[in-house]
């Protein structure tokens, strides 16, 4: 295998270095060929790096940045006044081809406008779109998108958010032809509004897309697609009620096995199980929501991430590096475009 060079945004989220650096020193311990510049407070990073073996810090490069972009910044703020931010600067070095990939666990909307102007999009796509992973009641999973990019989308975003969803769950988790569904309030055609009927009739129109219809919310994890896709707005609200319902099924089980010592022996028993179920619904192995439709890789990370969720946006990251997902897209535009042209 080959090099692979990473910039992360160490200031970036809730918890910032106390996450990102301990994150950072895993990936390069569970992958040899992992290369990693750190962008932020270089006293900082410093403190942490400097007792590492030299085999790790031999891996590491370190970006002193001035800046860092707060959670609750304005975009605009960010993108204007924030040049020498840890999140500015690890664009860059995607945008230079110095790096393969960059990971923030940083602002939403910042990343979001610092990436679409470093990095451009790529021809053919108007917008970039945040996709990540759902489980389903099967081993596979389900590639949502978009999960707040844009909150307002028409229909002609909607087909390319399409395609490039598309091309991800071939690339990434290797499903041949994969299925792709649009998120609406009925899988009746007549159902839903103009933007979204619209936008199935560009699918079904579309030469190398296996569109196969509408899907509704409680068909997200029911493996009926591979990928389903809606708006900015609505991928959002989704995607939050489902984490803040997967933490609440963990919270209910710990509670409860702790109520009585007859539970409590309960749960020893179930614990094998109930450790199966923490693996299957638990938020942090589906951190790492991909920015694609741009000329290089972001992934974006929780802002609240532990690190071990911001360990699995490291692993996304060097996943679509090794797949090459940016030119499989940009591949799979232009044949689109030339079939419909």
């Known amino acids: 295998m080959s090099r692979l060079t990473i910039a992360l ?11 990102t650096l301990p994150a950072a020193i895993k990936a390069l311990q569970e992958n040899p060929n992992l290369f990693l510049i750190l962008c932020g407070d270089e006293k900082i990073i410093g403190d942490v790096v400097s007792p590492l073996a030299h085999n790790l810090q031999n891996r590491i490069q370190v970006q002193h940045c001035s800046e860092q972009v707060s959670m609750d910044e304005r975009p605009t703020s960010a993108l204007r ?3 020498d931010s840890s999140m500015r600067r690890a664009l860059e070095w995607v945008e230079r081809g110095d790096a393969d990939a960059c990971v923030s666990a940083g602002n939403t909307g910042a990343l979001l406008a610092m990436a679409y102007y470093v990095l451009k999009t790529l021809p053919g796509i108007d917008r970039p779109a945040l996709i990540s992973t759902l489980p389903t009641n099967t081993d596979h999973k389900v590639f949502f998108l978009d999960l707040g990019a844009n909150v307002t989308c028409d229909s002609e975003t909607l087909f390319q958010y399409a395609v ?8 990434v988790a290797g499903i041949d032809n994969p299925r792709v569904a649009l998120l609406n309030v009925g899988e009746e055609q007549i159902k839903g509004n103009d933007q979204v009927k619209f936008t199935a009739q560009l699918l079904e129109k579309a030469a190398g897309i296996n569109y196969t219809g509408f899907v509704e919310g409680n068909d997200l994890f029911t493996n009926c697609a591979d990928v389903v896709v809606t708006d900015g707005f609505v991928g959002n609200i989704a995607l ?4 803040g319902l997967a933490k609440l099924v963990l919270e209910e089980a710990k509670r409860i096995s702790n109520q009585n010592i007859f539970t409590k022996i309960l749960a020893k028993i179930a614990l094998p ?15 790492g929501a991909s920015l694609i439709g741009l000329r290089g890789i972001v992934v974006k990370s929780h802002g609240n991430a532990s690190v071990d969720a911001f360990l699995y946006a490291i692993r996304e990251a060097v996943q679509e590096v090794q797949r090459q997902v940016p030119n499989k897209i940009k591949d799979k535009i232009e044949s689109v475009l030339m079939e419909r042209s």
């Open 81 to 83: 006044n924030k040049k």
């Open 240 to 243: 939050k009620s489902c984490e």
């Open 273 to 287: 199980l109930l450790r199966k179920v923490n693996l299957r619904v638990n938020p942090d192995q589906y951190n």
């Open 164 to 171: 490039m969803g598309s091309v991800l769950a071939e690339q």
């Open 9 to 19: 945004d160490i200031m970036g989220g809730d918890n910032g270095p106390h996450v």
